[in-house]
Nanobody, 115 residues
């Protein structure tokens, strides 16, 4: 069973930066979409950013210009560079991978933006 392992969450002050990383432990299809979603307390999980194996990206409007998603196809890793963080970015961030008929989720990593 393939697992997604996340790292990089934590506490940061408003305006600060964090980098999240996610690695697929196991073999996945070379054609896939990986991404990040987040869920704040009392809210539904929402898409943050996705990137295809071909490099296509899509971002939520709320993070455009502040977050950058990237990936390493050879290593099956995806990263999210988060700059100019705001308190409203506070949430549990989940890595996600979609390939063939499979949808995988990571265990989540907490990001807290607070002074």
């Amino acid at each position: 069973q393939v697992q997604l392992v996340e790292s990089g969450g934590g506490l940061v002050q408003p305006g600060g930066s964090l980098r999240l990383s996610c690695a697929a432990a196991g073999s996945i299809s070379s054609r896939n979409v990986m991404g990040w979603h987040r869920q704040a307390p009392g809210k539904q999980r929402e898409l943050v950013a996705i990137i295809s194996s071909g490099g296509y990206t899509n971002y939520a409007d709320s993070v455009k210009g502040r977050f950058t998603i990237s990936r390493d196809n050879a290593e099956n890793t995806v990263s999210l560079q988060m700059n100019s963080l705001r308190p409203e970015d506070t949430a549990v961030y989940y890595c996600n991978a979609v390939f063939l008929s499979t949808v995988l989720w990571g265990q989540g990593t907490q990001v807290t933006v607070s002074s």
